[in-house]
């Protein structure tokens, strides 16, 4: 059964940063891209950062790229998310997410498992 962990949320204040972990298990995921999707309250489900670990490449939705790094430990099958310059706007529940493939989607129902979230929130 494949399970997703996150960690590493927390409060931080507007331009510090913070690294978040996704730690997968329950199978093999060469094959898979590990995405990060973020939740404010009253929106949607917005994508922030994939990885596909068999090609080493990597998308970013435009609010994020330049300050946020998506990498992954195949060793451990983990995934980080480093977000730096952070904004108030980042403020949201980040969920990992996993799917089996070779494209990064960007559409939250094109992944199959999700972690549980963990909190960010920036103050201003």
């Known amino acids: 059964q494949v399970q997703l962990v996150e960690s590493g949320g927390g409060l931080v204040q507007a331009g510090g940063s913070l690294r978040l972990s996704c730690a997968a298990s329950?199978?093999?995921?060469?094959?898979?891209?590990m995405g990060w999707f973020r939740q404010a309250p009253g929106k949607d489900r917005e994508f922030v950062a994939a990885?596909?670990?068999?090609?080493?490449?990597?998308r970013y939705a435009d609010s994020v790229l330049g300050r946020f790094t998506i990498s992954g430990d195949n060793a451990k099958n983990t995934v980080y998310l480093q977000m730096n310059s952070l904004k108030p706007e980042d403020t949201a529940v980040y969920y990992c997410a996993a799917k089996f493939g070779y494209n990064i989607p960007t559409r939250a129902d094109e992944y199959k498992y999700w972690g549980q979230g963990t909190q960010v929130t920036v103050s201003s």
């Open positions: 990885i596909m670990w068999s090609r080493s490449s990597t």
């Open positions: 329950g199978r093999t995921f060469t094959n898979y891209a």
